[in-house]
């Protein structure tokens, strides 16, 4: 699951298996609300990880990853900004 990642924080994101709603990891369980995500230092990714894949064992998660932040703390990738604030046009 892990990369090579630049940066030295991230969020662990994936989508829930059940809505696929686009999801973040929060202090106690999975969440959509972007605010209560955690952010995991680059020295507790193989702890975080190997949470992500038993929760993906157990279904609840599909297709988690680190999400890349800039030293300021900001999403680091347009990917990841998309996947948080949804479409950059309207669809009409």
Not at 19 to 41: C, E, H, M, P, Q
Not at 63 to 84: A, H, N, S, Y
Request: hydrophobic residues 35%; proline residues 1%; aromatic residues 10%.
């Amino acid at each position: 699951m892990v990369k090579k990642l630049k940066g030295e924080q991230f969020y662990l994101s994936a989508n829930d298996l059940t809505s696929g709603d686009v999801i973040y990891l929060s202090k106690d369980k999975w969440s959509t609300d972007f605010n209560k995500a955690i952010k995991i230092r680059k020295d507790d990714i193989e702890k975080y990880e190997k949470i992500a894949i038993q929760d993906e064992n157990k279904c609840l998660i599909i297709g988690p990853f680190f999400v890349e932040l800039t030293e300021e703390g900001q999403i680091r990738k347009l990917r990841d900004k998309i996947r948080k604030n949804g479409l950059t046009f309207k669809i009409t």
